[in-house]
């Protein structure tokens, strides 16, 4: 299994970006794919979730209004569209898959990992 997270980058306060996720060697209606951020001298934290089987989705508080997740079945992606971002929304992101059922937002609860993408967002 190979998750593979990219489009972080430098953006403005009030600026949109869209992360990727691009997966392999996932049997994908068994699986939820789920997006954490973990900045600098912090935990790392859930962002949001989405079901491959029927596309539920589910948010934290922090982002939510914000942030969109989706995915592409046909391209084997999962995306993260980040709107009205701000100052505190710098993180590192990271994809994830768990085979928990419902919505797990703990990092435990997923069995792989992509490798991250930062995101830096100016005031």
């Known amino acids: 299994v190979q998750l593979q997270a990219s489009g972080g980058g430098l953006v403005q306060a009030g600026d949109s970006l869209r992360l990727s996720c691009a997966t392999s060697g996932l049997t994908f209606n068994s699986y939820g794919m789920g997006w954490f951020r973990q900045a600098p001298g912090l935990e790392r934290e859930f962002v949001a979730l989405?079901?491959?089987?029927?596309?539920?989705?589910y948010y934290s508080d922090s982002v939510k209004g914000r942030f969109t997740v989706s995915r592409d079945s046909a391209k084997n992606t999962v995306y993260l569209q980040m709107n009205s971002l701000k100052p505190e929304d710098t993180a590192v992101y990271y994809c994830a898959a768990t085979r928990f059922p419902a919505w797990p937002t703990r990092v435990y609860e997923y069995d792989y990992w992509g490798q991250g993408t930062l995101v830096t967002v100016s005031s």
């Open positions: 989405i079901r491959w089987r029927g596309g539920s989705t």
